[in-house]
């Protein structure tokens, strides 16, 4: 058996990838036809009822707190406001699960640049369907 240090990737290192993270215009939609899951950016200012989903650092939230304008100013991740639900489509493949995968309706493509530090003499696809190829 052979054991892989993950690499941590991040806004930095992350090039390029077709799955984008959804535009304000794309969530605004989302919310207007009430497909998918209503969220929205998150914003310090707006106040969030219980239920309501936003996008904080690639990552989608929960609001836990109950009554229009009590979870205000609170950042997601940081305390019992908020319950984490998933990764966004585009960072899921980047994250400690396997459960939650990124999924495209054409060819996926991704670039990520390696720190001079980082050796790499092996790579793990976890989850994969549907692919036909994989090319590094």
Do not use: C
Not at 4 to 10: G, Q, S
Not at 98 to 112: R, Y
């Amino acid at each position: 058996m052979k054991g892989l240090l993950p690499i941590a990737v991040t806004d930095d290192t992350l090039l390029y990838s077709s799955s984008d993270e959804p535009t304000t215009e794309e969530l605004a939609e989302i919310i207007a036809t009430g497909t998918d899951s209503d969220y929205i950016d998150w914003d310090v200012a707006f106040s969030y009822s219980e239920g309501n989903w936003v996008i904080y650092n690639h990552t989608i939230y929960e609001s836990m707190v109950a009554g229009a304008s009590s979870n205000t100013g609170n950042t997601p991740g940081d305390g019992s406001e908020w319950e984490y639900v998933k990764p966004t489509n585009r960072w899921a493949m980047f994250d400690q699960y396997v459960s939650t995968k990124t999924t495209a309706d054409t060819e996926l493509q991704v670039m990520i640049e390696l720190d001079d530090a980082d050796f790499v003499d092996s790579i793990a696809l976890l989850g994969l369907s549907g692919v036909v190829s994989v090319k590094i």
